[in-house]
């Protein structure tokens, strides 16, 4: 991030929904808290960019401190039962093309599997699939080995293609 | 429907994920932030704390020059480091500052700025 405002500002626009559709993940977030620590998470990075080593990848120092936000608003909110419906009932708006050529029928598939996962394997296809981090990126955000990561998605995916054979198959 | 491959696994993961980023997108642009963030009140109260030492070298200031004005003895001995940094800090500029202190009320300034610095300036003859 660079010192100046428009700089700050593209950060900001750029930022923000990728911190938002992390904190999604989490599944226990309204949109207003999921901006709000979208908001701080860019003030905490912006406060702290003199000790960012700019040799490294942005992103994953970034979504590390999106989540310990999250981790620290979950404690607040005293680890209450996820509650996927509640982003269920959130409707996802179509607005690409891609999103509008994918079958609704499919969507509500993938949605409903998603939904379905433990948080950190939410957390994880967010950060993977969503945010277009590398194993070893992931793997330093959710302070886990990159084996573990790697064995986790392909456990997702896995799970994903049987789903799939069981409601098609 | 077709069977599901890894590719096309990763393909639909994918979609609905991207889907779900233009969403978050598409609301953050229509809910800016209400407040400034929270973390960046600490800027704020950086700034705080710089007017506060800024605060604290005018009541030193003021403290010297009350002490100089005392003592023309410290004064012209020249030599005390009390007497060095107040005339360096006048010659900063920290004197505006130092005259609406010293109207407002010197013997408060000499309390706020040390209780020991104050007795010891309130002795000087």
């Known amino acids: 991030m660079e010192n100046s405002e428009e700089a700050r500002g593209e950060s900001w626009s750029m930022w923000r929904p990728k911190a938002a559709a992390y904190a999604r993940a989490f599944g226990v977030f309204s949109a207003e808290e999921r901006f709000e620590i979208a908001d701080e998470a860019i003030a905490r990075a912006y406060a702290a960019r003199a000790r960012f080593d700019a040799t490294r990848d942005f992103s994953p120092w970034f979504f590390a401190i999106v989540r310990r936000l999250c981790l620290d608003a979950l404690k607040k909110k005293r680890e209450l039962p996820l509650l996927p419906e509640r982003l269920a009932a959130e409707p996802t708006r179509q607005l690409s093309a891609e999103g509008e050529a994918m079958a609704r029928e499919e969507k509500d598939f993938v949605r409903r599997f998603v939904l379905a996962l433990p948080r950190a394997d939410r957390e994880l296809t967010s950060l993977v699939y969503s945010q277009e981090l590398s194993i070893s990126e992931a793997a330093l955000v959710l302070a886990r080995p990159e084996g573990t990561i790697k064995w986790r998605l392909a456990m997702i995916r896995k799970a994903l293609r049987k789903a799939w054979e069981r409601a098609y198959g | ?125």
């Open chain 2, 1 to 125: 429907m077709a069977k599901l491959g890894n590719t096309e696994a990763e393909a639909l993961l994918r979609a609905y994920f991207k889907e779900e980023y233009e969403h978050e997108r598409v609301m953050s642009r229509e809910t800016p932030p209400k407040a400034w963030p929270a973390s960046l009140g600490r800027a704020t109260a950086q700034a705080g704390d710089t007017a506060r030492k800024a605060r604290r070298v005018e009541l030193f200031a003021a403290c010297a020059i009350i002490a100089l004005s005392l003592s023309p003895a410290l004064f012209d001995a020249g030599a005390a480091p009390l007497a060095r940094k107040a005339a360096a800090l006048y010659s900063h500029g920290a004197g505006e500052r130092l005259l609406e202190s010293l109207i407002a009320g010197s013997a408060e300034i000499v309390q706020s700025y040390s209780k020991s610095n104050a007795s010891a300036l309130m002795r000087a003859p």
